[in-house]
Nanobody
Framework: QVQLVESGGGLVQAGGSLRLSCAASGSIFSINLMGWYRQAPGDQRELVATITSTSSTNYADSVKGRFTISRDNTKHTVYLQMNSLKPEDTSVYYC??????????????WGQGTQVTVSS
């Protein structure tokens, strides 16, 4: 089965930077889309950024100009470079991927989540 393993979360002061990584492994034929979502306590999960197989990107308005999403197809990995972090960015960040298996079916997968805390 497919697993998404995240890393790079932690504690940082406002104005600092972090880079999140998410590596997919398992029964993978192709990855159509990868992205990052976040969910703060008591809030709903929201889109942060996505990147397609053709490298087109989409960002939430709140992170445009500060966050950059990228992918490395050779490693089945997506990254989120987060600069100029604000306390409002504090959340659990989840990796999502749309993955086609060798049988030709596509499923949506979620990572376990990684905590990002920005102090003021």
């Amino acid at each position: 089965q497919v697993q998404l393993v995240e890393s790079g979360g932690g504690l940082v002061q406002a104005g600092g930077s972090l880079r999140l990584s998410c590596a997919a492994s398992g029964s993978i034929f192709s990855i159509n889309l990868m992205g990052w979502y976040r969910q703060a306590p008591g809030d709903q999960r929201e889109l942060v950024a996505t990147i397609t197989s053709t490298s087109s990107t989409n960002y939430a308005d709140s992170v445009k100009g500060r966050f950059t999403i990228s992918r490395d197809n050779t490693k089945h990995t997506v990254y989120l470079q987060m600069n100029s972090l604000k306390p409002e960015d504090t959340s659990v960040y989840y990796c999502k991927a749309l993955i086609e298996n060798p049988l030709g079916t596509t499923f949506q997968y979620w990572g376990q989540g990684t905590q990002v805390t920005v102090s003021s």
